[in-house]
């Protein structure tokens, strides 16, 4: 599903993010990425979703080498990959059922469409009841859950989670885990970039580390460190 | 995949969350091009009496008492046949002191005037009041001396080519303030515009993530732009119309009786400021358009 080829990328500042990074992912896996902060997780999933372009090597996404695809090509990757990030970036002016709404309107889904898929998937995440509430007036915990149904409603057969539980607390975060692995269950592949030793060790999924922008280990029912 | 309902949607909701900025975009249009269309009234009408002044310029050639009638009528149809002349009248001696006593009515002067020692003359309008040296030259000869029959050419010579400076010299001016106000007006509509779209990157950025077009995220914020940019003209030509109707038009009316000038942006009988309130209108709308496509730009680039 997801493969990395020889993929180094180096920022304008000639700072080098990753260094020949070789990956492959599968269809349906759960892959932690995981390596302390300036490690090069997050830049992992920037190039999956070409928010920014590689300095060498190729990325192959559904067989697909992304690197060379035309900027009017990008929006309908993305519609194949959903992300979920640390800050949530959820509309503050928008209701939790605007907000995942929104994910459908701008790739230009019918109405009846959207009155059908949004309380499905925000069942799906549990937040049936908080539909027409404001992001500022639910939890941290749910915030993220708004996220996910915001990046699952499309049912993209690719999930990236940037850090997903940095904000939240070890049992909110758990809940997060569980959702994650549900939709993992369904099929959709997920990949997870984290720091949190805690996550990782209970879930016992395939682990990838990275140490100053290198691959330094993949192992398939990893621990967060040795 | 154009989506009407949507995009009309978005931009009216946009502009409703985000009133005190779009508030702001449409005030900053509306005072703007308020100033560039007054003061385009303005430079209109001074122009305008300048050409007015120019258009009043002639050349009075006086002729000598002994001119044969043969050289008389030879003079006329020769100068007649020039391209610059739009009229000639020939004054004679007797036109000449008639006016001369007109005009010094109940003067101590007519009584010292004995006889009639006033010349017979041609007076000449101009269609180019800029050639006017050019036509007063054309009554001298190889040596400098003026043409036989001729005593003296009379056309105001230092005042004709300082009122020609002083056109052209205002003239640049105006063009140049025009320009300015215009380069003001768009950087100043420029900026409230970004703003309102930096006010938003967020949502661009969600957009851009979840996979919609750079065209899907473009059309709201130029429609919004352009709601702007038509709302705020609109309102600028309506003050200005109120300004123009009930307070400008005294001004061109002072004007239109004491100095003959035709040429006025309001009471003129060509549609001056029609055209000043049609182009506002559009250049409001332009600028919006343009504004906001470029504005995006930055923020569209995820």
Redesign the interface.
Known sequence: MIEFRNVTKIYADRTAALKDINLTIKKGEFVFIVGPSGSGKSTLIKLLIREIPVTNGAIYVAGRNICNLKTSRVPQLRRNIGSVFQDFKLLPNKTVFENVAFALEVIGRPAYVIKLQVPQVLKLVGLEHKMSSYPHQISAGEQQRVSIARAFVNRPPILLADEPTGNLDPVTSEGIMKLLSRINLIGTTVAMATHDKNIVNSMRRRVVELEEGELIRDQKRGVYGI | ?F?PR?FFGETFTGMR?NFLMFFTAITTVAITLFIVGFFLIVVYDIQGILTSIKSQVEVAVYLRDNITDELKTYLESEIKGWDEVAEITYVSKEQALEKFRKENEGSEILKEVQGNPLPASFELELKSPEKVEQIALRFLDKDGNFIEGVDEVIYGQNYVQKLFQITAITGSIAFLIIIMLLLATVVLIFNTIRLSIHARR??I??????????W??RIPFIFEGFFEGFIGSLISVVLLYFMANYLLIRGEKAIADTMHVKELAILGSNSVILYIYAGLIVLGGLIGIFSSTFALKRYIK?
């Open positions: 995949m989506r949507y969350r967020k949502e950025e969600v957009m851009k993530l979840v996979g919609a077009t750079n899907f995220v995820i």
